[in-house]
Every structure is written in structure tokens, then in C-alpha cells.
């Protein structure tokens, strides 16, 4: 059995795109999590959830509790699901918030290289010898709405991720084995509503893409 922690934000809790205030989350039939565990096979995939709604890479909030930099508990969850055989990391919308000083996208992909050194010193992985392999995945690029938006929070967010893809690249391929890298954003279509969510058919769109990027990279059938 091989387990999968998918570590992520909102859109990896199932957010459903407008529901700002009532916070609706899809089902796990629908939530590219769930639809992750079925694509692949459940008699040797184990998928793991692990989505927290505004969570950052490395930003503590002014204005929330402890626990929503993605840095701070992150040694803890590894260990609690443990072993583990990889770790999907789509972390950084977050930090594009306007409250966090206009963050760039080469700060995003520093905050990344702290959750890979986190996964890395640890020995989480099979056998709990080693450490776990690690997938960065590169979010889509925020779109405009069609709907209301009831906050400018991310306002100016899809000029300053536009170089993140190729700054995570260039980050993945720094390490020498077992980080892996795949950009989202030419698979997925975020949700016009609200301009930063996955609706459910951009689940379906992330979960194929998860399900092919996983098989490549334990080298199985697609």
C-alpha cells in the first residue's frame, strides 16, 4: 500500500468557488482528493487529505490563529500519517493576499523550498528510513470573475504569479532526486466565479492530471 499526503490549501479542502461566508465544500466524490483515490488503484493507493482553507507556505495571518502557515505544523502531520511514499505540496495562493506586502513569486517558491526541506529531514518515508518523494505543484493562475467577488484580497495576484511555475521548476531542479514538479495551470481551469477556486469540473481536471503525474513518477500504467 502505498500512501499519498495531499497537502494543500482551499482548493484542496473542496472550497466551493463563491461560497464566501457559508464555506461550502464539495463532497469527497468530488474533491479531487476523492476522485485521486479512485482513479488510482485503492488495493495500492492510499490518499490522504490534508486541505486547509487560507493556509499559506511560510505567512503568518495578523488577523487568525496559529496554524495556517503551512511551515508551522507540518513536521507534526508527516509524522501522524506516516509512512508515507509522497507528499503533493500546492501551496502559495494564499500568499498572494494583498496583506502580505505584494509577495513575488520568487518569495512564494523560497516559502516552498522551506516545505521541502521540512518533508526532506525527515524520516517519513517508506520504512521510515528515508524521507518521502514530493510533488510541487504549481497552482493555476487566479482568472477574472464573472461573478461578485465580495473581497479584493488577491487584487494584482495574477500579475505577480505569472513567473511561479518556472521559479518552482527551477527550485525542483536544484534537488537531486525524489522532487518532482508539475505546473497545473495548462490542465486546470479555475472557476470564473470567484476567480481562485477549483469548481467541479477543474476537481476532475486536477485529479486526471494527479493520477498521471503519480503514475509517472512510481513508474506504473497509465
Request: charge should be negative; proline fraction near 5%.
Amino acid at each position: 500500500m502505498r500512501s499519498i499526503l495531499c497537502y494543500g490549501d482551499s482548493n484542496t479542502w473542496g472550497f466551493v468557488p463563491g461560497s464566501f461566508g457559508i464555506r461550502e465544500r464539495y463532497d469527497r466524490n468530488t474533491r479531487w482528493t476523492g476522485r485521486l483515490q479512485q482513479l488510482l488503484d485503492p488495493a495500492y493507493f492510499h490518499v490522504i487529505e490534508e486541505g486547509l482553507s487560507c493556509r499559506t507556505t511560510n505567512l503568518d495571518y495578523d488577523d487568525k490563529p496559529n496554524g495556517f502557515r503551512g511551515t508551522e505544523f507540518l513536521s507534526v502531520i508527516l509524522y501522524t500519517h506516516a509512512p508515507l511514499d509522497l507528499v503533493i505540496i500546492m501551496l502559495g495562493l494564499n500568499d498572494l493576499k494583498k496583506q502580505f506586502n505584494n509577495r513575488t513569486s520568487q518569495q512564494i517558491a523560497e516559502g516552498n523550498k522551506e516545505l521541502i526541506d521540512i518533508v526532506r529531514s525527515t524520516t517519513y518515508g517508506p520504512n521510515m528510513q528515508e524521507s518521502p518523494a514530493i510533488l510541487i505543484v504549481s497552482t493555476p493562475i487566479p482568472v477574472e470573475t464573472s461573478g461578485e467577488n465580495p473581497s479584493d484580497m488577491f487584487e494584482g495576484a495574477k500579475e505577480r504569479m505569472q513567473d511561479l511555475a518556472d521559479e518552482l521548476k527551477t527550485l525542483v531542479n536544484k534537488y537531486d532526486k525524489n522532487v518532482y514538479f508539475v505546473d497545473a495551470a495548462p490542465s486546470v481551469q479555475i472557476s470564473p466565479v470567484d476567480g481562485i477556486h477549483f469548481d467541479a469540473t477543474a476537481h476532475e481536471q486536477f485529479a486526471l492530471l494527479m493520477n498521471k503525474t503519480i503514475r509517472k513518477i512510481f513508474n506504473l500504467p497509465a
